[in-house]
């Protein structure tokens, strides 16, 4: 995959995880496995309530369903590290 391939993957994947109910905003990371594996991480931060319980199940299958991706996506739920000014704190990321 080349760097804009993999940008633009990370951003459907944005998009799509924030088009669901229950979530607030999201962020996708593309990492390359010690295997070489392409994967990518999101980090999900919830609206003012808690996810369904049926969605944190189910929001990694959807979305590789919906996006036909092809590489493993890891689903982690909690708020997203932000700079004082609110713009994602990507260094801050734990996933």
Do not use: W
Not at 46 to 68: H, I, K, M
Request: hydrophobic share 40%.
């Amino acid at each position: 995959m080349t760097a804009t391939e993999i940008q633009i993957l990370v951003r459907r994947i944005e998009k799509f995880l924030v088009s669901q109910p229950g979530v607030g905003d999201a962020v996708v990371v593309h990492e390359v496995t010690p295997e070489g594996d392409n994967c990518f991480k999101a980090l999900v931060e919830p609206d003012n309530e808690p996810l369904p319980a049926g969605l944190r199940y189910n929001l990694a299958s959807s979305c590789q369903q919906v996006l036909s991706l092809s590489y493993p996506l890891f689903i982690k739920y909690g708020l997203i590290p932000r700079t004082p000014s609110g713009k994602v704190a990507r260094h801050l990321l734990a996933l």
